[in-house]
């Protein structure tokens, strides 16, 4: 599935929703999060951005957005920016987020002590992603 595309949304968030630590790694986080992948033409045409709900332990609900500017309608407890080539770089794990946002390479609006605090979950997410087979926009049109 091509990132970030709507499927390949649907399938991490699918493998995330299957993770049995999921419920502690979302304890105590804002209830929404809005991430947002900036244009990197001709790979990334135009600047997409996903928001998604959690209750109960899993990601209840998500969708992505037509317009970034329904972030500020939709209000979430934390956006996560940065450019396209910076969020392939995360998945491929040649970059580690924790260092991306301290530096402002990865802009992060909201409670950022919170996200720190939870950084020794990020194997759910990792785990995650490895079950879903990414292709990348820019590798795809060579």
Do not use: C
Request: negative net charge; aromatic residues 8%; charged residues 25%.
């Amino acid at each position: 599935m091509v990132f970030p595309s709507e499927a390949w949304v649907a399938a991490v968030v699918g493998a995330v929703n299957r993770h049995p630590d999921l419920p502690r790694a979302l304890a105590g986080l804002g209830s929404d999060l809005a991430a947002v992948v900036e244009a990197d033409p001709p790979a990334v045409p135009v600047t997409l951005a996903a928001w998604g709900r959690h209750a109960r332990g899993r990601i209840a609900e998500w969708r992505l957005l037509e317009d970034e500017d329904e972030i500020l309608e939709l209000a979430p407890a934390y956006v996560v920016r940065g450019p396209y080539r910076l969020w392939k770089d995360l998945l491929l794990r040649r970059a580690d987020p924790l260092q991306a946002a301290l530096s402002g390479m990865l802009q992060v609006q909201g409670d950022l002590e919170a996200l720190v605090r939870r950084a020794n979950y990020r194997y759910v997410l990792d785990q995650a992603l490895a079950k879903v087979a990414t292709e990348f926009p820019d590798e795809a049109r060579r």
